[in-house]
């Protein structure tokens, strides 16, 4: 395991870790941003949501570095010119849309620049509109969709539908896609390289920065990726028991403002 003392830069991820759950960051939240500047240590973000979706924090983050939207799957710079993009092979997300929407579970489809859903009044829609600022395109996804998607979710309440569809995803399309949570609700399915692990070395490479020296926060199973490939993890404590395990160390709830308290214990005390 990395010291605190080797860490140069940290990979956030933003829901239900960076923010609140009403979406808000926090004065200590910025303030614990602003000393890692401070101490050299670098600072950006993944996460599931489109590029777009993550805008409002790059200026009062003062956001310098490469950050990753679609877990991965479209890595972009703090101007939002394209750096990298992994999109969904088409066949391969055509039949990932047709397993989820059989397996019982509404439809979400994000490309670049738009977001599909299978209805409009659908579990969620109204609630994701307003956390990634985007208006949905309520109508059936067609094949030009599916040709240029990013991210494709199953969408559900239901969590035994949910977890049902992990496997039958995995059964049917194995290493030709990604599929992981980053709520409960929620089944993502991206590019196989379009996952948090591979977001830890694409910054790597990006910053000339060994994995070694990167430490990673979250607290969704699709954060274990990262856990797994960078020096130093932590895990949130509104995080399950078992994404807790995967990392090297555990914090406060994002109510608690766990994301401010992990970087004034973990990160920044060895590295002053």
């Given amino acids: 395991m990395t010291s605190a003392s080797d860490i140069g830069l940290l990979i956030s991820d933003v829901d239900g870790t960076l923010v609140t759950k009403d979406k808000q960051l ?26 777009r979706g993550v805008r409002m924090l790059v ?12 877990n991965g799957g479209l890595i972009v710079d703090p101007d939002f010119k394209v750096l990298e993009s992994y999109p969904i092979d088409r066949r391969a997300a055509e039949e990932g849309a047709r397993l989820l929407q059989e397996s019982g579970l509404d439809l979400w489809v994000y490309t670049e620049d738009d977001w599909i859903v299978s209805a409009a009044d659908g579990p969620h829609v109204a609630r994701e509109a307003w ?21 494709i979710v199953g969408v559900s309440d239901d969590h035994a ?25 929620f089944l993502d399915i991206t590019h196989p390289q379009a996952n948090k692990g591979a977001v830890v070395h694409a910054l790597a490479r990006h910053l000339d920065l060994p994995p070694s020296r990167i ?58």
């Fill in 59 to 70: 200026e009062p983050l003062a956001l310098r570095l490469p950050l990753a939207g679609f």
């Fill in 26 to 51: 926090t004065p200590a939240a910025i303030e614990a941003v602003k000393n890692l500047g401070e101490a050299g240590i670098g600072f950006t973000l993944t996460s599931a949501r489109p590029p």
């Fill in 161 to 185: 539908k949910i977890a049902a569809a992990s496997k039958l995803i995995d059964g049917h399309l194995g290493k030709t896609v990604s599929a992981t949570s980053s709520e409960p609700a």
């Fill in 215 to 272: 430490a990673t926060i979250g607290d969704m199973p699709n954060d274990v990726l990262m856990f797994a490939e960078s020096g130093f993890s932590i895990a949130m404590g509104n995080a399950s028991d078992e994404v807790k395990a995967q990392a090297s160390v555990a914090t406060a709830t994002n109510e608690q403002d766990g994301f401010a308290e992990a970087v004034r214990r973990f990160i920044l005390p060895e590295a002053r």
């Fill in 131 to 151: 956390i990634i600022d985007m208006k949905p395109d309520a109508r059936p996804a067609r094949p030009e969709d599916f040709a240029r998607a990013f991210k």
